[in-house]
């Protein structure tokens, strides 16, 4: 309880009325340009956000534009401007970056980026930022879009059709400065975007490239590079993108959508180790690297027709095919070495993740005739995901080719009593899912054991429901429920099988890691106030954590609870041109990992984000605008036997400013601006014994940009 204190007390100086409920300025769901109501299609519904008993943020393109100038990617976005939303970890690997507490699914125009089978923590990076339009996020565990939003969903929706007849250019050129101005450190981007419409036809075609240099934290050192999970700094990504509709004359749209990305290190440098009792970070040098620098490829081609008006409803046929390569750097690693290769136990190798998923999405939404106060929808997902982890430098089989199926019929009601007083919505999905693994033989290190292949399957059906009321304009209340689901690393399982016998599917339980989200909200947005407020409790009965045991990986299914407490506010102040706002979240998790029936153990902090205030203040007058931003992470302490395992806290200022010209925006941004000296949350919490991965945060960065609209 004293967390939820702290945090009415930090945003109390913002509104003294209104302190307990606040909503950040930069995640409207209510109004856009047009005044209209907002409909988020990661919702699979066309009732606006308001109709509906979620918590759900918006960024906008504005909002998202400026962030990744501060920052410098979408999911650093998300994460500075959402409070629930942890640290991310400043490298290429999301892994351990949550949303309330348990992994987001990441997805494009509702196309799930995750690699189920075998993760491998890269779906923030399949797409450059310059071709996002607005960010979706749906707070809370459910499954609107299928397997993976145990924390919640991040929807990336991609820039629409121009919106006058003829061609349209948007450009972007950018310089990334590090303090001191050191070369070794400058980045530099470009972008262009060409749009054309003519009648029913139009279109949009564009590539972005940029550097990246080298990462210098708060007290000058150069940042030690990951070399196994891969790195943003001193690296290089390009990305190519098209997109073509046509409005067919019975009102349908028919729209094809295509983007490739990849991202891949310079390998200029190597780690250095750090020294943890010390405090002393990991480093860099410059250096070879050996084997093929870890790299990031994501591919992806949809086709989709939507009609508003069919049958007096709407129909939603989308269909689409999407691969993604992911390279890690390499070593001479025990788990590498094979006698029969190369006896001396000198063998360098390097593992690549590979993953296609080919999948297709239809619903229909309408009201019910005779009885319009009822909105169904129905419809159905299939996904089909194959996933292979080999080793590169010896095109050695590590994880098994594995063929996930996913089938999912689903159906959601929204019904308005009282005029729209009170809303009750609800559904269920049904999830028919199986894989198939052939028969494999793992590597020399975990004794070369043939491995009888297998079929394992599960089905479940899963609920939501939830209420809304409005007793006055402006003033909504709401609570839900709503389960989502995931399953256990498979891969990481299969690969480390020692027992001779062993058939996969007597060995591999498929069974769901079930997630329950219960969560009350209140908002206010009325006159110059926007506030917030919201508590929410997850629990998973089998949880999944993966646990070694005599050189074998296997899952234990333990029960995980979480709770935390969210707030937000903007407020537009009476000086013309400038709003300020706040946002505060806490969350708490336990497991019982002693397994003696007690769930009283703290989760680490690769699955809870530290407690955290948002303050921020915007200021636009004509051309001119401006924002200032601090994040403050606070202290935590977990119940463990490691004391190094506390996080300390540090907070963070960013700025912003931009004018418009004819000629186009220049803007100015500065992310650290302070130089804070930090540890990441992620190394300050996981793996405190290893202080070859033991690093610091960015230090203070400088940003020009110049986009021009033609």
Same mark, same amino acid.
């Given at each position: 309880?004293?967390?939820?204190?702290?945090?009415?007390?930090?945003?109390?100086?913002?509104?003294?009325?209104?302190?307990?409920?606040?909503?950040?300025?930069?995640?409207?769901?209510?109004?856009?340009?047009?005044?209209?109501?907002?409909?988020?299609?990661?919702?699979?519904?066309?009732?606006?956000?308001?109709?509906?008993?979620?918590?759900?943020?918006? =960024?906008?393109?504005?909002?998202?534009?400026?962030?990744?100038?501060?920052?410098?990617?979408?999911? /650093?976005?998300?994460?500075?401007?959402?409070?629930?939303?942890?640290?991310?970890?400043?490298?290429?690997?999301?892994?351990?970056?949550?949303?309330?507490?348990?992994?987001?699914?990441?997805?494009?125009?509702?196309?799930?980026?995750?690699?189920?089978?075998?993760?491998?923590?890269?779906?923030?990076?399949? =797409?450059?930022?310059? $071709?996002?339009?607005?960010?979706?996020?749906?707070?809370?565990?459910?499954?609107?879009?299928?397997?993976?939003?145990?924390?919640?969903?991040?929807?990336?929706?991609?820039?629409?059709?121009?919106?006058?007849?003829?061609?349209?250019?948007?450009?972007?050129?950018?310089?990334?400065?590090?303090?001191?101005?050191?070369?070794?450190?400058?980045?530099?981007? +470009?972008?262009?975007?060409?749009?054309?419409?003519?009648?029913?036809?139009?279109?949009?075609?564009?590539?972005?490239?940029?550097?990246?240099?080298?990462?210098?934290?708060?007290?000058? #050192?150069?940042?030690?590079?990951? %070399?196994?999970?891969?790195?943003?700094?001193?690296?290089?990504?390009?990305?190519?993108?098209?997109?073509?509709?046509?409005?067919?004359?019975?009102?349908?749209?028919? &729209?094809?959508?295509?983007?490739?990305?990849?991202?891949?290190?310079?390998?200029?440098?190597?780690?250095?180790?750090?020294?943890?009792?010390?405090?002393?970070?990991?480093?860099?040098?410059?250096?070879?690297?050996? %084997? /093929?620098?870890?790299?990031?490829?994501?591919?992806?081609?949809?086709?989709?027709?939507?009609?508003?008006?069919? %049958?007096?409803?709407? +129909?939603?046929?989308?269909?689409?095919?999407?691969?993604?390569?992911?390279?890690?750097?390499?070593?001479?690693?025990?788990?590498?070495?094979?006698?029969?290769?190369?006896?001396?136990?000198?063998?360098?190798?390097?593992?690549? #993740?590979?993953?296609?998923?080919?999948?297709?999405?239809?619903?229909?939404?309408?009201?019910?005739?005779?009885?319009?106060?009822?909105?169904?929808?129905?419809? +159905?997902?299939?996904?089909?995901?194959?996933? &292979?982890?080999?080793?590169?430098?010896?095109?050695?089989?590590?994880?098994?080719?594995?063929?996930?199926?996913?089938?999912?019929?689903?159906?959601?009601?929204?019904?308005?009593?009282?005029?729209?007083?009170?809303?009750?919505?609800?559904?269920?999905?049904?999830?028919?899912?199986?894989?198939?693994?052939?028969?494999?033989?793992?590597?020399?290190?975990?004794?070369?054991?043939?491995?009888?292949?297998?079929?394992?399957? +599960?089905?479940?059906?899963?609920?939501?429901?939830?209420?809304?009321?409005?007793?006055? /304009?402006?003033?909504?209340?709401?609570?839900?429920?709503? &389960?989502?689901?995931? =399953?256990?690393?498979?891969?990481?399982?299969?690969?480390?099988?020692?027992?001779?016998?062993?058939?996969?599917?007597?060995?591999?339980?498929?069974?769901?890691?079930?997630?329950?989200?219960?969560?009350?909200?209140?908002?206010?947005?009325?006159?110059?106030?926007?506030?917030?407020?919201?508590? $929410?409790?997850?629990?998973?009965?089998?949880?999944?954590?993966?646990?070694?045991?005599?050189?074998?990986?296997?899952?234990?299914?333990?029960?995980?609870?979480?709770? %935390?407490?969210?707030?937000?506010?903007?407020?537009?102040?009476?000086?013309?041109?400038?709003?300020?706002?706040?946002?505060?979240?806490?969350?708490?998790?336990?497991?019982?990992?002693?397994?003696?029936?007690?769930?009283?153990?703290?989760?680490?902090?690769?699955?809870?984000?530290?407690?955290?205030?948002?303050?921020?203040?915007?200021?636009?007058?004509?051309?001119?605008?401006?924002?200032?931003?601090?994040? $403050?992470?606070?202290?935590?302490?977990?119940?463990?036997?490691?004391?190094?395992?506390?996080?300390?806290?540090?907070?963070?200022?960013?700025? $912003?400013?931009?004018?418009?010209?004819?000629?186009?925006?220049?803007?100015?941004?500065?992310?650290?601006?302070?130089?804070?000296?930090?540890?990441?949350?992620?190394?300050?919490?996981?793996?405190?014994?290893?202080?070859?991965?033991?690093?610091?945060?960015?230090?203070?960065?400088?940003?020009?940009?110049?986009?021009?609209?033609?």
């Amino acid at each position: 309880m004293y967390r939820y204190l702290v945090g009415v007390l930090a945003l109390a100086p913002l509104s003294p009325a209104f302190a307990q409920e606040v909503r950040p300025t930069d995640s409207t769901t209510v109004d856009d340009a047009g005044g209209s109501e907002i409909v988020v299609t990661a919702t699979r519904s066309q009732l606006p956000a308001s109709a509906l008993p979620l918590t759900i943020d918006v =960024i906008d393109s504005e909002a998202l534009e400026r962030q990744v100038l501060v920052s410098g990617s979408t999911v /650093d976005a998300v994460s500075a401007l959402l409070p629930s939303f942890s640290p991310t970890r400043e490298k290429l690997s999301g892994s351990g970056e949550s949303l309330r507490g348990r992994s987001p699914l990441y997805a494009i125009n509702g196309i799930p980026q995750s690699t189920p089978v075998r993760d491998g923590s890269r779906d923030g990076y399949t =797409i450059d930022p310059f $071709f996002i339009d607005r960010v979706e996020v749906i707070y809370g565990s459910n499954a609107l879009q299928g397997i993976g939003a145990t924390g919640g969903v991040v929807n990336q929706v991609l820039v629409g059709a121009p919106r006058e007849d003829g061609v349209s250019v948007r450009t972007l050129l950018q310089a990334t400065l590090p303090d001191g101005f050191d070369g070794e450190g400058i980045g530099a981007k +470009f972008g262009a975007l060409v749009g054309y419409r003519s009648g029913n036809l139009d279109a949009n075609f564009g590539g972005t490239l940029e550097r990246r240099g080298a990462f210098s934290d708060g007290a000058g #050192n150069r940042i030690g590079v990951d %070399g196994t999970q891969g790195e943003i700094q001193d690296s290089d990504s390009w990305s190519v993108f098209g997109r073509l509709g046509y409005e067919l004359a019975s009102g349908a749209r028919f &729209e094809i959508v295509a983007n490739r990305f990849e991202l891949e290190g310079n390998a200029h440098y190597i780690a250095v180790t750090g020294h943890r009792d010390a405090g002393i970070p990991a480093t860099s040098v410059r250096g070879d690297t050996p %084997g /093929d620098p870890p790299s990031n490829t994501a591919e992806l081609i949809s086709a989709s027709l939507t009609d508003t008006d069919l %049958g007096g409803g709407t +129909f939603v046929l989308q269909g689409f095919y999407s691969r993604t390569s992911d390279v890690f750097g390499g070593g001479i690693f025990g788990t590498f070495q094979d006698p029969a290769i190369d006896p001396t136990g000198n063998i360098f190798d390097q593992s690549a #993740n590979k993953s296609r998923k080919l999948g297709g999405k239809v619903s229909y939404e309408r009201a019910l005739p005779g009885f319009e106060d009822l909105v169904l929808t129905a419809g +159905f997902d299939a996904l089909f995901d194959r996933t &292979e982890q080999s080793l590169v430098q010896t095109d050695r089989i590590w994880v098994p080719r594995s063929d996930f199926r996913s089938l999912a019929p689903f159906l959601q009601g929204n019904l308005a009593l009282a005029d729209g007083l009170v809303r009750l919505a609800g559904g269920l999905r049904y999830e028919n899912i199986q894989l198939d693994v052939g028969d494999f033989t793992t590597l020399a290190s975990y004794g070369s054991v043939d491995v009888a292949g297998g079929s394992p399957s +599960f089905q479940d059906v899963l609920w939501n429901g939830g209420i809304i009321v409005e007793p006055i /304009d402006g003033l909504r209340a709401y609570g839900s429920y709503a &389960e989502g689901f995931t =399953i256990a690393d498979v891969g990481r399982i299969l690969r480390g099988i020692t027992q001779e016998g062993v058939d996969v599917d007597e060995f591999l339980s498929l069974e769901p890691v079930v997630s329950n989200n219960r969560e009350l909200g209140l908002e206010w947005d009325r006159g110059n106030l926007t506030a917030s407020a919201g508590y $929410f409790w997850s629990s998973s009965d089998l949880g999944s954590l993966l646990v070694l045991r005599n050189d074998v990986y296997e899952v234990l299914r333990q029960p995980i609870q979480i709770e %935390g407490f969210e707030a937000s506010l903007a407020w537009k102040t009476p000086v013309p041109g400038l709003s300020l706002s706040g946002g505060y979240a806490t969350i708490e998790g336990r497991t019982d990992g002693d397994e003696d029936g007690e769930v009283d153990e703290d989760l680490d902090g690769a699955n809870i984000s530290p407690d955290r205030v948002n303050l921020a203040a915007d200021y636009k007058s004509g051309r001119f605008s401006a924002r200032a931003q601090a994040r $403050f992470y606070l202290a935590r302490e977990f119940n463990d036997p490691a004391v190094d395992t506390d996080f300390e806290g540090y907070a963070l200022l960013d700025a $912003f400013i931009a004018y418009r010209t004819d000629f186009g925006e220049f803007a100015f941004a500065a992310q650290n601006l302070t130089d804070e000296f930090y540890i990441t949350y992620d190394s300050d919490t996981v793996r405190v014994t290893d202080s070859s991965r033991f690093y610091s945060g960015r230090g203070r960065t400088f940003t020009l940009s110049w986009r021009g609209e033609f």
